[in-house]
């Protein structure tokens, strides 16, 4: 008896968690489900909870870009120009995006969690075509790109 | 701000339209044309032309909504450009050439409107409670008092004598309560019977739960209602059994019932499906929810800012919200939380039971194909019945359509369109009418009148001077002889695909059309923003005009969203073509036969700026000859600044 249940038990969560099912309706599922399962809060987490989630990874990801930014002033001084747009775009994405996200998606008005979030793509791309095709930042601002459209997609589905 | 828009990088692609002049043509969308001999009942052909203009809304508009996006995006692709989209995906452009845009203060600085409301800094979003009380116009306004994004909101307030000229005051709501701790967000006002104001706002509380809360003037002898009382019994309103904690907002003005109680609606959703919940109430502190719903229509989302308003079937004249009876249609209006377009539709009301139904249910609220103020950039639009000139004027917020990282550098987000007057369309029956407020007039300074005969193909600079703050009215009359030739022209063959949208912009070239004015336009044409008619030879060789605005080369930035806007707009038997177009810097807005279309449009030039901002006529039909009859007035700036004593 206690084998059946397990065994059922084992088929409801392989049919289908709240994880996955959130992540099939991304355009990236891996991507999607590698991080929110990173995260101890995901396998627990609403659609609300999960798209929090995802914009953390946006404000650590920003984060570690801005640092690798900061360092390449002393190693790269000829793409400064590049560098200091960088920093200002990269900048609005912790002190605007993340934070207009955080608070619409918490009290429901999840349009400006997208607004937000579609913007810190927009700028990780302006960012990223201030190299003219030479850029040091490229496999950082792609990442952020996706992760910008993932989280999208997920506030999408609280509107 | 990055909205849900496709967001088209600017690639090299050559202005056609500056190339016009030596008869380029990219790209056609009729064949080869075969010589015509006209008949000498021409005469009757005239006719049958003026007779068929006369057009409904029916099927009419299926090129618009949400459609709009996906041509858009479809294009992206094909160019091998970045895009955003609906479907979620946004990829960077393959394009290396594309150059990132640094901002620089000198042109973030120029993006300020002279004569559009907007708060000396920071985001401001939906309109909230406007009003006419003692003497002044009131305006309070969602407003953000710590960023230049969404978040900590509040209620901003300023007063006016005109609609035109405001005075900024004191913030009017602010989060001081438990149920409101997470927000002070969008209400309306309602007259009681003896004059005195009540407001009905949204809180969301400490706990996130979206409620409604009753407020009043502390003062009702102040005419510029400075303070306000919040009622010590809220919320009056929580969210009822089976609505969502956070799907409960935006309450309406009150209206009367015939028992003599006060009614009013608030938007919301059950699953897909959008909804309007409706509430008794004497004394607006306990209410009775009704069984029935004001009106839902599936698949449309959450309804934001429903309104809902009476227009006369036979006068021009605004009515009071209360007002009911057989000369009387009845409007309801809601923002679309999925795709941020306001939406309404005309229909009847039964105030037995609260319920009102679409007069034509193929273009119900929400629907993608139905109707909207605008075709452009507005949203969580509101109307308010001024009691002062028995108008019904609107508002609309008009968002940004730039990246937050230039709003956080310029330190401001948003303005509010020029308020309208909304009248339903008395001819038509099936359309609203708007046009800006008479008020607006007190702006024009000096003007120049034009009469200009404008060849196919052709672009004409017209010398105004100074040409970002302009009101520009326009009359455009199509050549008779090239009407006959494409009405009855077998080769030419009705367009039934076009939508401004789809149509590829002003550089695409019909045989009538488009036609009209680049706006904000830099002398080379390099950047400009063309406001136009597009007409073309539709069903049974009935014509079918189309008014738009393309923004794709509005600007060379590539963080900006720069779509082509537009729609459908219905000319009448004997009509003329005419257009107003106000600019006013980073803000175009249009209005085609005297508002039946209207377009609301962001725009940001680098190099299209100060004494470098340029108008210019241009005519890019394939065959026909236009004739322009227009007039343009330098605006002043409405110079709106804090209240002082000596406003008084």
Same mark, same amino acid.
């Given at each position: 008896?206690?084998?059946?249940?397990?065994?059922?038990?084992?088929?409801?969560?392989?049919?289908?968690?709240?994880?996955?099912?959130?992540?099939?309706?991304?355009?990236?599922?891996?991507?999607?489900?590698?991080?929110?399962?990173?995260?101890?809060?995901?396998?627990?987490?609403?659609?609300?909870?999960?798209?929090?989630?995802?914009?953390?990874?946006?404000?650590?990801?920003?984060?570690?870009?801005?640092? #690798?930014?900061?360092?390449?002033?002393?190693?790269?001084?000829?793409?400064?120009?590049?560098?200091?747009?960088?920093?200002?775009?990269?900048?609005?994405?912790?002190?605007?995006?993340?934070? #207009?996200?955080?608070?619409?998606?918490?009290?429901?008005?999840?349009?400006?969690?997208?607004?937000?979030?579609?913007?810190?793509?927009?700028?990780?791309?302006?960012? #990223? #075509?201030?190299?003219?095709?030479?850029?040091?930042?490229?496999?950082?601002?792609?990442?952020?790109?996706?992760?910008?459209?993932?989280?999208?997609?997920?506030?999408?589905?609280?509107? | 701000?990055?909205?849900?828009?496709?967001?088209?990088?600017?690639?090299?692609?050559?202005?056609?339209?500056?190339?016009? *002049?030596?008869?380029?043509?990219?790209?056609?969308?009729?064949?080869?044309?075969?010589?015509?001999?006209?008949?000498?009942?021409?005469?009757?052909?005239?006719?049958?032309?003026?007779?068929?203009?006369?057009?409904?809304?029916?099927?009419?508009?299926?090129?618009?909504?949400?459609?709009?996006?996906?041509?858009?995006?479809?294009?992206?692709?094909?160019?091998?450009?970045?895009?955003?989209?609906?479907?979620?995906?946004?990829?960077?452009?393959?394009?290396?050439?594309?150059?990132? $845009?640094?901002?620089?203060?000198?042109?973030?600085?120029?993006?300020?409107?002279?004569?559009?409301?907007?708060?000396?800094?920071?985001?401001?979003?939906?309109?909230?409670?406007?009003? $006419?009380?003692?003497?002044?116009?009131?305006?309070?306004?969602?407003?953000?008092?710590?960023?230049?994004?969404?978040?900590?909101?509040?209620?901003?307030?300023?007063?006016?004598?005109?609609?035109?000229?405001?005075?900024?005051?004191?913030?009017?709501?602010?989060?001081?309560?438990?149920?409101?701790?997470?927000?002070?967000?969008?209400?309306?006002?309602?007259?009681?019977?003896?004059?005195?104001?009540?407001?009905?706002?949204?809180?969301?509380?400490?706990?996130?739960?979206?409620?409604?809360?009753?407020?009043?003037?502390?003062?009702?002898?102040?005419?510029?209602?400075?303070?306000?009382?919040?009622?010590?019994?809220?919320?009056?309103?929580?969210?009822?059994?089976?609505?969502?904690?956070?799907?409960?907002?935006?309450?309406?003005?009150?209206?009367?019932?015939?028992?003599?109680?006060?009614?009013?609606?608030?938007?919301?959703?059950?699953? *897909?499906?959008?909804?309007?919940?409706?509430?008794?109430?004497?004394?607006?502190?306990?209410?009775?929810?009704?069984?029935?719903?004001?009106?839902?229509?599936?698949?449309?989302?959450?309804?934001?800012?429903?309104?809902?308003?009476?227009?006369?079937?036979?006068?021009?004249?605004?009515?009071?919200?209360?007002?009911?009876?057989?000369?009387?249609?009845?409007?309801?209006?809601?923002?679309?939380?999925?795709?941020?377009?306001?939406?309404?539709?005309?229909?009847?009301?039964?105030?037995?039971?609260?319920?009102?139904?679409?007069?034509?249910?193929?273009?119900?609220? =929400?629907?993608?194909?139905?109707?909207?103020?605008?075709?452009?950039?507005?949203?969580?639009?509101?109307?308010?019945?001024?009691?002062?000139?028995?108008?019904?004027?609107?508002?609309?917020?008009?968002?940004?359509?730039?990246?937050?990282?230039?709003?956080?550098?310029?330190?401001?987000?948003?303005?509010?369109?020029?308020? *309208?007057? !909304?009248?339903?369309?008395?001819?038509?029956?099936?359309?609203?009418?708007?046009?800006?407020?008479?008020?607006?007039?007190?702006?024009?300074?000096?003007?120049?009148?034009?009469?200009?005969?404008?060849?196919?193909?052709?672009?004409?600079?017209?010398?105004?001077?100074?040409?970002?703050?302009?009101?520009?009215?326009?009359?455009?009359?199509?050549?008779?002889?090239?009407?006959?030739?494409?009405?009855?022209?077998?080769?030419?063959?009705?367009?039934?695909?076009?939508?401004?949208?789809?149509?590829?912009?002003?550089?695409?070239?019909?045989?009538?059309?488009?036609?009209? $004015?680049?706006?904000?336009?830099?002398?080379?044409?390099?950047?400009?923003?063309? !406001?136009?008619?597009?007409?073309?030879?539709?069903?049974?060789?009935?014509?079918?005009?189309?008014?738009?605005?393309?923004?794709?080369?509005?600007?060379?930035?590539?963080?900006?969203?720069?779509?082509?806007?537009?729609?459908?707009?219905?000319?009448?038997? =004997?009509?003329?073509?005419?257009?107003?177009?106000?600019?006013?810097?980073?803000?175009?807005?249009?209005?085609?036969?005297?508002?039946?279309?209207?377009?609301?449009?962001? !725009?940001?030039?680098?190099?299209?700026?100060?004494?470098?901002?340029?108008?210019?006529?241009?005519?890019?039909?394939?065959?026909?000859?236009?004739?322009?009859?227009?007039?343009?007035?330098?605006?002043?700036?409405?110079?709106?600044?804090?209240?002082?004593?000596?406003?008084?």
């Amino acid at each position: 008896m206690k084998m059946i249940v397990m065994v059922m038990m084992m088929m409801m969560m392989s049919e289908g968690s709240m994880i996955d099912q959130t992540c099939k309706q991304t355009p990236d599922f891996n991507l999607c489900v590698s991080l929110l399962n990173s995260d101890p809060r995901g396998s627990s987490a609403d659609i609300s909870g999960l798209a929090l989630i995802l914009i953390d990874k946006i404000k650590v990801l920003a984060t570690k870009t801005l640092n #690798e930014i900061n360092g390449l002033y002393k190693k790269r001084p000829e793409l400064k120009q590049a560098l200091d747009q960088c920093s200002r775009r990269y900048k609005t994405i912790l002190n605007a995006d993340v934070p #207009e996200a955080i608070e619409a998606i918490s009290k429901g008005v999840p349009k400006f969690g997208e607004d937000g979030v579609i913007d810190a793509g927009v700028e990780a791309s302006v960012c #990223e #075509e201030g190299f003219q095709g030479k850029s040091p930042l490229t496999s950082l601002t792609k990442s952020m790109q996706n992760i910008s459209s993932v989280t999208r997609a997920v506030v999408r589905m609280l509107l | 701000m990055a909205s849900t828009e496709a967001l088209l990088p600017v690639t090299s692609r050559q202005d056609p339209l500056s190339e016009s *002049r030596s008869d380029q043509i990219p790209e056609t969308r009729r064949k080869r044309p075969i010589k015509v001999h006209l008949a000498v009942c021409s005469g009757l052909l005239l006719i049958a032309l003026y007779v068929t203009l006369i057009v409904t809304h029916d099927g009419s508009t299926a090129q618009n909504g949400a459609k709009d996006e996906t041509y858009t995006e479809s294009r992206a692709r094909l160019a091998g450009v970045s895009e955003k989209s609906n479907d979620g995906v946004w990829r960077l452009s393959d394009d290396g050439k594309t150059e990132a $845009f640094p901002w620089n203060n000198t042109m973030l600085s120029w993006q300020r409107t002279a004569f559009h409301f907007q708060p000396e800094k920071n985001w401001m979003n939906d309109p909230n409670g406007p009003l $006419f009380y003692k003497g002044w116009y009131h305006f309070f306004y969602q407003y953000n008092p710590n960023a230049a994004v969404w978040g900590d909101i509040v209620w901003g307030h300023a007063v006016s004598k005109d609609l035109i000229h405001w005075l900024y005051l004191p913030l009017a709501l602010v989060p001081d309560q438990w149920y409101d701790a997470n927000g002070v967000w969008t209400g309306s006002a309602t007259f009681l019977d003896d004059g005195s104001i009540v407001m009905l706002y949204t809180g969301s509380t400490d706990k996130f739960v979206q409620v409604q809360n009753l407020a009043y003037p502390e003062d009702p002898s102040d005419p510029l209602l400075l303070k306000w009382t919040k009622f010590s019994g809220n919320p009056v309103l929580v969210p009822p059994p089976g609505i969502g904690a956070k799907d409960f907002r935006d309450p309406t003005t009150a209206w009367k019932t015939s028992s003599g109680k006060w009614r009013i609606t608030i938007g919301s959703k059950i699953n *897909r499906t959008g909804i309007s919940l409706v509430y008794d109430t004497t004394d607006f502190k306990t209410y009775e929810k009704h069984e029935t719903l004001l009106h839902q229509v599936p698949n449309t989302g959450m309804w934001e800012c429903v309104d809902f308003y009476p227009v006369s079937k036979t006068k021009v004249n605004g009515l009071d919200t209360s007002v009911k009876g057989p000369d009387v249609k009845h409007i309801v209006k809601a923002s679309m939380d999925d795709t941020r377009i306001d939406h309404y539709a005309i229909g009847t009301y039964d105030d037995s039971n609260g319920t009102w139904v679409p007069d034509n249910p193929s273009i119900d609220v =929400g629907i993608s194909t139905g109707l909207r103020y605008d075709y452009g950039k507005f949203y969580a639009s509101k109307t308010f019945y001024d009691q002062n000139k028995k108008r019904r004027i609107l508002w609309g917020w008009i968002g940004e359509s730039d990246s937050e990282a230039a709003d956080v550098q310029k330190g401001w987000s948003s303005v509010q369109g020029i308020p *309208r007057t !909304v009248v339903l369309d008395t001819k038509t029956g099936k359309n609203l009418v708007q046009w800006p407020v008479e008020e607006i007039k007190s702006l024009r300074l000096s003007n120049k009148k034009f009469h200009m005969k404008v060849g196919p193909g052709t672009v004409v600079p017209v010398d105004v001077g100074s040409a970002a703050q302009l009101d520009i009215e326009a009359e455009f009359t199509i050549k008779k002889d090239d009407l006959e030739i494409i009405l009855g022209e077998d080769s030419v063959e009705a367009d039934e695909e076009f939508s401004c949208q789809n149509g590829g912009g002003s550089t695409v070239r019909g045989a009538l059309g488009p036609f009209g $004015f680049s706006v904000l336009a830099d002398q080379s044409l390099s950047e400009h923003t063309p !406001v136009y008619f597009y007409v073309t030879k539709g069903k049974d060789s009935k014509l079918k005009t189309f008014f738009c605005t393309d923004t794709s080369r509005s600007t060379m930035a590539n963080d900006v969203v720069k779509p082509v806007y537009g729609s459908f707009v219905p000319v009448l038997k =004997g009509e003329k073509l005419t257009m107003r177009i106000l600019v006013d810097h980073s803000i175009v807005e249009g209005f085609a036969q005297g508002g039946k279309t209207c377009i609301t449009s962001r !725009v940001y030039p680098t190099k299209a700026i100060y004494g470098a901002t340029k108008l210019f006529l241009f005519n890019n039909a394939i065959d026909a000859t236009v004739t322009a009859s227009f007039k343009v007035w330098q605006m002043n700036g409405a110079f709106i600044h804090p209240y002082s004593a000596d406003d008084l």
